[in-house]
């Protein structure tokens, strides 16, 4: 359950609930055992009072006020017109982010080599799916899209540092250094 918190009162409740399940089972499984049965049934019992008289019962949510209040707003009637106002405008539209720089790729390209390093290990790197490295990068600079991620590993690949082979998963493509 998404975001289901556990207090002190539905913690008990649990608790002497399933004891008293448990003796119940006990009971029924293994007749010759009642005495154990009615030990176990009586400490969950004794369990769900202690509960119910040691903890409150949790409250209510609040409900908003259902009082009005009027707002009354006034009206100036007055308008003037400043003929001197010359109003500058230009309009400009940005669509999409701004592109990286040559010195934020190579950002991005060490990022991306650091992260790959890890999984070096005695001369022998391992492949790594683009969804791990995309995940990995973002967690040194959460602002990365998964294309500047790509367009740097492209990069890598170009200039021979890393590897990339095809595979069928999610994102197409393994990685590793060389």
């Known amino acids: 359950m998404k975001g289901a918190h556990v207090t002190l009162r539905n913690f008990g409740m649990g608790v002497a609930s399933s004891l008293i399940a448990a003796g119940f089972g006990l009971w029924i499984t293994e007749p ?27 409250a209510p949510p609040a409900t908003p006020s259902t009082v009005h209040q009027d707002v009354k707003q006034e009206v100036s009637p007055q308008v003037t017109i400043n003929p001197q106002f010359n109003p500058q405008f230009n309009p400009s539209i940005q669509i ?34 683009l969804s791990v490295i995309v995940e990995g990068v973002r967690r040194s600079d959460p602002q990365l899209t998964e294309l500047d991620i790509v367009e740097a590993l492209n990069s890598l690949c ?3 540092l890393i590897v990339r082979r095809p595979m069928e998963i999610e994102g197409g493509y393994v990685y590793w250094l060389l």
């Open 158 to 160: 170009t200039k021979k």
């Open 32 to 58: 010759k055992h009642w005495i154990s049965a009615l030990v176990i049934a009586g400490a969950g019992v004794a369990a769900f009072v202690a509960t119910y008289l040691l903890t409150k019962k949790p």
């Open 96 to 129: 999409g982010v701004a592109h990286p720089t040559e010195a934020d790729h190579r950002r991005i390209e060490s990022l991306v080599m650091e992260f790959l390093k890890q999984y070096r290990k005695l001369d022998r790197s391992f492949p790594q799916p």
